[in-house]
């Protein structure tokens, strides 16, 4: 911001550029409603924010128009700054793209550019201060508002990528000696490897003998993926663990068989629930239903 | 460094207690397949929980010891594989295929009487 400050006070504009501000906001200011009316129109022209309705284009083109005059009249963009992180923060769910953002803010740049034209009446000497002192602050917005859309959406990024590496893979004991490994997500080389690491510490602390890794929630996935996936089969037999893979869904069956992958030592089955049951007939579970085990009781 | 060998009943226990050089493998897979015979053993297991890495040595030779100890009519299984030392054996190619493997001595021991019992219901006169 304090660049933006320099530039009201800088040297090269030799006073005329202070003169010429005011002027520049009073005009900027007077005409609000038809600027603004007609920036909104452009935008609709242009086909963007097509995402928005035309109410909340109307408010947030109103908030950004008196944030603009704001920063022309105060050379301060801490509040346009600040707005315009607020505002990526309500768009960014919804779709809205980058080039739109910078596109809008452009647009209104030059919609207010051809209202000082007009202003100028062709007078040269005044058109030129009016840049001089226009342009520099225009600028400053239209990149603080790209680096704070841009900045949000690193944030949200950056976060997402925290909390899939938090909530990646939980190795849940179901029963005495049975793991579940759910998988959901693409997994990466890196993912696989530590998902493997977790299972393998797991099988020790839990003493597990069956471990079933259901992969319901793995969308695709790729050789080097599967032929991990085999390692981790194997990795667990070495801890005395069978594995059983669930939830190969149609898409990854035939990716595996395409690729190659010898898949002959693992023992895979349909869907979770044939898993655990598969499961508790390795270790000699066997489950009842509550009604039928007294109903016999009763019957005997 | 010798690996102790160590009868329990019908069972030998090898216990490795430091990483193993080749000779010392030899030692052990001759040692074994002697054994099991002078005490008429069931099973043997064999613990690898103080070995921090497994070549494709050791684990072909765990492999033959397993192969022998069956010839001698004996049943084999390799207790105690590192989480680690699994992992890094999977990724360099060595299964260890054909050969039984379980957590842990305790595991190891289980494993044997459920296998032993099950070859005594075949036996004539039990």
Known sequence: MSAARKVTRRPGAEGGTADVFPELVAHVRKNRTRLREEWAHRITEADMLTVMTEEEIATETTSIYDNYVNVLETGDVEAMEAYARNLSERIIPRGV?????????????????RSLLEQS???LDLLSRMLD???PAARRITVTVAAGFVHERERI???QQDAIRELSTPVLPVREGLLILPIV???DPQRARQLTQQLLRGIRANRAKVVVIDITGVPSINSTVANHLVLTVEAARLLGAAAIVTGLSPEIAQTLVTIGVDLSKMNTVCDLREGIEEADRTLGFRVTRMDDSIDQEKGR | MQVPILKQGPYLIASVQAALRDADLIALRNALT???????????????????????FACRTLSEIASMIRLRGAQTVIVGIQPEVAFSMVQLGLKLEGVATVLDLEEGLKYMERRTKRMDHGRYGK
């Open chain 1, 185 to 187: 997500g693409v997994i």
């Open chain 1, 97 to 113: 793209e980058t080039d739109e953002v910078i596109g809008i803010v452009l647009l209104l740049r030059d919609v207010l550019l």
């Open chain 1, 157 to 159: 990024i950056r976060q």
């Open chain 2, 34 to 56: 002697e054994q099991v015979g002078t005490y008429r053993s069931r099973g043997v297991i064999v613990d690898v929980t103080a070995m921090d890495v497994l070549d494709s």
């Open chain 1, 121 to 123: 009446q062709c007078r």
């Open chain 1, 133 to 135: 002192a226009f342009e």
